[in-house]
């Protein structure tokens, strides 16, 4: 990778501009040809660099209520097994493991969403029921502080 890959991650690290052609004003903002941006977006994707690259929703403008961050408690010779099936559930966005603290056990994550709160408790009772996990917390979003995308910087600490 070098630092035109790094200058077209910067870019793509705002946001994919909304216009018709977004790779081509990314291409302008970088000084190449937009089939340039697109081969080197293409490798670096096959290459693992970026791993992902889509839409990010604003749930909360997009009026999605039920938003809950769940904890729950697995057997550790289970967690790839139940992160996996996490993983695949739609109304999950996000799910990761974390060590389990003395006095809090719960060692997955899962950020569930749905239309209402209600509808966000129905979904984690089905799928502690359908994953056989029954120890699990639920901590609703009350106020959403910040949301943003990572932001990293080249391997030579410039962003």
Request: include cysteine; glycine fraction near 6%; charge should be neutral.
């Amino acid at each position: 990778m070098d630092a035109t890959d790094w200058s077209i991650i910067q870019e793509l690290q705002k946001g994919i501009p909304l216009c018709p052609r977004p790779y081509r004003e990314i291409a302008g903002r970088c000084a190449l040809e937009e089939d340039e941006v697109l081969r080197r977006v293409r490798v670096l994707c096959e290459e693992g660099v970026i791993r992902r690259l889509g839409a990010r929703l604003g749930h909360i403008r997009a009026g999605i209520t039920g938003n809950i961050l769940v904890a729950w408690h697995v057997p550790e010779q289970d967690v790839n097994r139940v992160g996996e099936a996490l993983a695949t559930v739609a109304d999950i966005s996000h799910c990761y493991q974390r060590r389990p603290l003395p006095d809090f056990p719960y060692n997955l994550y899962t950020m569930v969403h749905a239309p209402t709160p209600e509808q966000a408790m129905k979904c984690v009772e089905k799928i502690s029921q359908s994953l056989a996990v029954t120890d699990y917390v639920t901590l609703p979003t009350l106020k959403e502080l910040k949301k943003s995308s990572p932001c990293y910087a080249s391997p030579g600490g410039n962003q």
